[in-house]
Structure formats: C-alpha cells, structure tokens
C-alpha cells in the first residue's frame, strides 16, 4: 500500500530524478532563479529549503550532508558562504515559486523559483527619480492657468474698447474685397 508516501515522482525513476534535482538545485544556487515546469518547481522547493536549513550551520557533516545531495563543490561553497549568510535570521520558507502561465509547445505549466532574499526587484528600496528641467521653459504652466469663459470676457471687453477709440481703416477692407473678387 502506498500510504504516506510523498515522494513527487516527476515520471522518471529514482536515479534520474534524483539526478535531476541535484542538477536544478545546483542552478538554483548559481544563479538564483530558474524557470522550469510548475511540478519541477514544487519538488525542487522540497529538495532545496532542507539543504539551505543545514547550511545554517557551517559543521563538516552538515557540508559532507549538502554535498551528498548537490554533488558539486562550487555550489556547496557557494551555499555555506553566501545563501547562509543571507537567510540566516529566516526561519523558513527559503524559496518563492511565481506561476508564469502554460508553455507554448506542449501548455505545460511554467513556473519562476527563486530564492527569497536574492530578489533585486522586491527588495531593492524605491530611489526617487531626478527630476530634469528642459531648457527655455520660463513659463509656469499652473499659475497662469484661466478658464475659457474668463479669456472670452476678456477678449469681447478689449474689442469693445478698440472699436470705440479706432476707426476701421477703409484701406484695409478696400484690399481685402479686391483679393476675394480676384
């Protein structure tokens, strides 16, 4: 009877998928994220977040233990010096698996893995942008703001006011309906 048993199988035998996570865990390490399929991403995040809680504490069986599991120096070290150091006030939850939708050749689901306190994008603090000035801009847009009901008062009452104190010049309407006869 299969009771209890949790094992994600990924359809492969024993040896491949142990293989295969040793594999992806290394990359995990290295390069702090991958994309892989969404049940990848679930079986690493179980195969990773023991490892990083034995890197914790830096003994020679828990690296003798890592090694076992990773089967690569390189990243061995790289977990005992920098991942440790980093979560070592975490007390859990070392990974975040972020749904990226289905694959295009096969719908497959995709997934993004990451580790938690390598992320840039959420943990990086919000610096304010600078602000440029263009040249040449000696107007000040909000303060000389007027509606187009006052400009049209203004308009109407400086015309009244021209038309009282000019004359209409005859020159001016003489050269103007010859141009509409020619």
């Keep these: 009877m299969r009771h209890g048993k949790k094992v994600i199988h990924l359809g492969r035998k024993t040896a491949h ?19 892989t399929t969404l049940t990848k991403a679930k079986a690493l995040k179980q195969f990773v977040e023991p490892l990083i809680t034995k890197s914790k504490s830096d003994t020679t069986h828990n690296r003798r233990l890592a090694f076992s599991s990773l089967r690569d120096k390189s990243a061995v070290s790289v977990l005992f010096r920098e991942i440790s150091a980093k979560v070592g006030d975490r007390p859990g939850g ?16 995709m997934a993004l ?26 107007k000040k847009i909000n303060s000389d ?12 009452s400086s015309d009244k006011k021209d038309n009282k104190t000019s004359e209409p010049d005859s020159n001016l309407a003489d050269s103007e309906i010859k141009e509409k006869n020619s």
């Design 94 to 109: 070392y990974t975040r698996v972020i749904k990226l939708g289905n694959r295009m050749g096969d719908n497959a689901s």
């Design 17 to 35: 998928r142990k293989s295969m996570l040793a594999n992806m865990a290394c990359s995990l390490i290295e390069h702090k994220r991958i994309n």
């Design 145 to 156: 703001i007027e509606t187009t009901d006052e400009k049209l008062k203004n308009e109407k």
């Design 113 to 138: 893995i990451e580790l938690v306190d390598f992320n840039e994008l959420y943990n990086s603090e919000v610096k304010p942008k600078k602000k440029t000035r263009r040249r040449g801009s000696g």
